[in-house]
Nanobody
Framework: VQLQAFGGGLVQAGGSLRLSCAAS????????MAWLRQAPGKEREFVAR????????IYADSVKGRFTISRDNAKNTMYLQMNSLKPEDTALYYC????????????WGQGTLVTVSS
């Protein structure tokens, strides 16, 4: 399975971006998909997670109410709509996929850079 994340870019504080993560190689049915991020000089942190059905989502407190995770299984693609962006959201954003019973992930994308200017 290959995951490819894209959609990052430079945006002003208060702006919006939509990230996408396209999966290829096999269908990720039953897999949980997630977004994580790593800011410069910091450890990678969890952002959001969504079950295969899309009915259950979990967000980090820092993005709750501003970010929305979704997925389109027919397109084997996951999204992250990011609104009201803050400079502290600046990071390399990774998408990942793993079994629903674990917080570990078997597959990772290469990351897409989001830069929020103040």
């Amino acid at each position: 399975v290959q995951l490819q994340a894209f959609g990052g870019g430079l945006v002003q504080a208060g702006g919006s971006l939509r990230l996408s993560c396209a999966a290829s190689g096999r269908t990720l049915s039953t897999y949980v998909m997630a977004w994580l991020r790593q800011a410069p000089g910091k450890e990678r942190e969890f952002v959001a997670r969504i079950t295969w059905s899309g009915t259950t989502t979990i967000y980090a407190d820092s993005v709750k109410g501003r970010f929305t995770i979704s997925r389109d299984n027919a397109k084997n693609t996951m999204y992250l709509q990011m609104n009201s962006l803050k400079p502290e959201d600046t990071a390399l954003y990774y998408c990942a996929a793993g079994p629903p019973s674990s917080w570990g992930y078997d597959y990772w994308g290469q990351g897409t850079l989001v830069t929020v200017s103040s």
